[in-house]
C-alpha cells in the first residue's frame, strides 16, 4: 500500500536550517510529484513547494523562494525538504505530500512532522 | 491573506445542511480544478472532493463540490458530530508561477 513516512521533527534554533525526510514505499517513485504543505502554529493549510520525481523539476510557494529546496532520492524513494534561515514563524507541522497524475486530489500524506523553531 | 477566501466559520445543527464558499479569480478557480480537504487536530487532512465535484472512494454522497465561475462550493448534508473540523480549499494559481494555493480555511461547527 502508498505509504509516506516523514522524519526530521525537532527543535531548531532561529537562524537555522531543518531537512525534513518523507521515505515513500508502495508505488513507482518517479511517476509522481510530491508537495509539501504546513500549518503553522495557530494559522491554516499553506503550500511550500513542489518537486518531480522524474525530472527534479521544482515549484517554489512565492514566500519561501530563497529559503526553501526540495531534493529526492530515487535509490531510497525519499522526498526532502530543507528550510534555512529559520524563524518562529516557521514552527508548524510539515506535511508531504504525492500529488496525482491526472486529477486535483492529494490522496496520500505523510503523518506530519512537528518543527518547533525556539532559541 | 489568503489567495482563495473562505469564511472562517460555519455552524448548523445534526441533521442540517451546510455550505461552504470558496472565491478567487480568473487565475486561480476559474482556471482550475478544485479540490476540498477536512482537516482533524493531530491528523493528516483528508481529500473529500477533487475535480471540483469528484468524491474519493468512501466519502458519502452527502458530501458535494460545484465550482461556477472564479467561486467554489462544498455542500455537506446530514450534519454529523464527526463532521465538525476545519476545511479548506485548494487550486493552482497561474498568476503564482502555477503553484498551489489554499483558501484559509473554514472552522465547521456542528451545534
Known amino acids: 500500500q502508498v505509504q509516506l513516512l516523514q522524519s526530521g521533527a525537532g527543535v531548531k534554533k532561529p537562524g537555522a536550517s531543518v531537512k525534513v525526510s518523507c521515505k515513500t514505499s508502495g508505488f513507482t517513485f518517479s511517476n509522481f510529484g510530491f508537495s509539501w504543505v504546513r500549518q503553522a502554529r495557530g494559522q491554516g493549510l499553506e503550500w511550500m513547494a513542489w518537486i518531480s520525481a522524474y525530472s527534479g523539476k521544482t515549484n517554489y510557494a512565492q514566500g519561501f523562494q530563497g529559503r526553501v529546496a526540495m531534493t529526492t532520492d530515487a535509490s531510497t524513494s525519499t522526498v526532502y525538504m530543507e528550510l534555512r534561515s529559520l524563524k518562529s514563524d516557521d514552527t508548524a507541522v510539515y506535511y508531504c505530500?504525492?500529488?496525482?497524475?491526472?486529477?486535483?486530489?492529494?490522496?496520500?500524506w505523510g503523518q506530519g512532522v512537528q518543527v518547533i523553531v525556539s532559541s | 491573506q489568503s489567495v482563495l477566501t473562505q469564511p472562517p466559520a460555519v455552524s448548523a445543527a445534526p441533521g442540517q445542511k451546510v455550505t461552504i464558499s470558496c472565491s478567487g479569480s480568473?487565475?486561480?478557480?476559474?482556471?482550475?480544478?478544485v479540490s476540498w480537504y477536512q482537516h482533524l487536530p493531530g491528523t493528516a487532512p483528508k481529500v473529500i472532493i477533487y475535480?471540483?465535484?469528484k468524491r474519493p472512494s468512501g466519502i458519502p454522497d452527502r458530501i458535494s463540490g460545484s465550482k461556477s465561475g472564479t467561486s467554489a462550493t462544498l455542500g455537506i448534508t446530514g450534519l454529523q458530530t464527526g463532521d465538525e473540523a476545519d476545511y479548506y480549499c485548494v487550486t493552482w494559481d497561474t498568476n503564482l508561477n502555477t503553484g498551489r494555493v489554499f483558501g484559509g480555511g473554514t472552522k465547521l461547527t456542528v451545534l
Open positions: 480568473t487565475s486561480n478557480i476559474g482556471s482550475h480544478y
Open positions: 475535480d471540483n465535484s
Open positions: 505530500v504525492r500529488d496525482e497524475n491526472g486529477n486535483s486530489g492529494w490522496f496520500y
